[in-house]
């Protein structure tokens, strides 16, 4: 029997786990992940109005409940947790399975001034990550610095996460609250005075990263208007077709 841990619960590992016991019976495989929950960043990454996608939970659960497989939430690997020479004394093999865990800072000028937060950050919040910014004993706290007195918000960034942040800060409370985001997060967002929320970008219309469909539903929000300044759609000249 051939014992193998995969580090990451998200669906890299569990995909990773499905294909081992798969491929040879004699495999019995161990899921770690230091968040007491599985499914990685379908469970705190994908916006809770995205039902669609988070209903990947059922296919990876699936993977999870396989007799030869078995989660084990809790679990730090590294610093602070269990070291990597302990699990290779453990087990067979071990597969890491993990992305960034944290933000990349910038270091720009005003990266630390109240009101600037990161991806990261406001995605925990809304998403019920346990590492949330105002979890624990300073409750809503975060809720507070996120929204309270903001009038005016701006995005940075032209990807998909820019568009969720942006379609969630517009988006109707009563809409959210068919989903699965957290109490202390749909009250502050219930609370908000946000009327105008502005999409920035470094680069052109040829670099952004967000997909078509994720644009396109900020446009059929209730209540909301997207002004797009058509000299900004200009190509640029180095992406132009031939």
Avoid at 28 to 34: F, I, K, S
Wanted: net charge negative.
């Amino acid at each position: 029997m051939l014992r193998v841990a995969v580090v990451g619960s998200g669906p890299s590992g569990c995909y990773t786990a499905q294909g081992l016991v798969e491929q040879d019976p004699g495999v019995h495989v161990d899921v770690l992940d230091r968040l007491p929950c599985p499914y990685g960043l379908v469970r705190y990454g994908v916006a809770p109005d995205h039902e669609k996608i988070k209903s990947l939970q059922n296919t990876l659960r699936a993977v999870l409940e396989h007799d030869r497989v078995r989660f084990l939430g809790g679990v730090p690997v590294g610093p602070g947790g269990v070291p990597a020479d302990r699990l290779r004394e453990l087990y067979h093999a071990v597969v890491y399975c993990v992305g960034a865990a944290t933000d990349r800072r910038l270091g720009v000028p005003g990266e630390d001034l109240p009101g600037s937060w990161s991806a990261t950050e406001f995605v925990s919040w809304y998403s019920a990550h346990p590492d949330a910014p105002g979890r624990g004993a300073d409750g809503d706290r975060a809720a507070d610095g996120f929204l309270r007195g903001v009038r005016s918000a701006v995005v940075i960034g032209l990807g998909n996460v820019a568009v969720d942040v942006t379609r969630i800060l517009a988006r109707r409370a009563a809409e959210l609250s068919r989903t699965d985001v957290p109490h202390a997060a749909l009250t502050a967002l219930a609370a908000s005075a946000v009327t105008d929320i502005h999409m920035v970008g470094r680069r052109g219309p040829s670099q952004a990263r967000f997909t078509t469909k994720e644009l396109r539903e900020l446009a059929t929000l209730p209540d909301s208007g997207v002004a797009v300044d058509a000299a900004e759609l200009a190509a640029d000249p180095a992406c132009a077709d031939p």
